[in-house]
């Protein structure tokens, strides 16, 4: 369950993070609370709410998990949660851009 919890960790963590800095930014950005859901934009301080919840979700999780820095199946599998969540959402995101004309 460790290493499950550590993937899970990872891409939390990393989907926190265009998510609070639009919302930070003041800016819309695509949520699954938007229309279509992950396509449409949601409003700046609902992107900053759901990067906390996926902030904290990911901190909590790094706790029960345990994790220590090095290479160690944990660590791997935080690292692989990151990079999968990572890769996800730049094709995702990058093709939602693409349609709407600002990328």
């Known amino acids: 369950m460790h ?5 899970f960790a990872g891409a ?9 800095v639009a919302g930070l930014q ?5 949520s699954p609370f938007a229309k279509p ?7 700046p301080i609902v992107n900053f709410l759901w990067g906390a919840f996926n902030l904290v979700a ?6 029960y998990a345990s994790i220590s820095y090095g290479w160690n199946a944990d660590f791997i ?8 969540l ?4 730049a ?3 990058g093709k939602v851009m693409r349609e709407r004309g600002e990328a």
């Not at 290493?3 to 993937?7: E, H, K, M, R």
């Not at 990911?58 to 706790?63: D, F, I, P, S």
């Open 91 to 93: 094709l995702h995101f």
């Open 86 to 89: 990572g890769c996800f959402a």
């Open 58 to 63: 990911g901190l909590v999780l790094l706790q």
């Open 12 to 20: 939390f963590l990393c989907n926190s993070l265009p998510h609070l």
């Open 77 to 84: 599998a935080m690292l692989v949660g990151g990079v999968a």
């Open 37 to 43: 859901h992950g396509v449409g934009f949601s409003r």
């Open 3 to 7: 290493i499950v919890a550590s993937f």
């Open 26 to 30: 003041g800016k819309g950005f695509p």
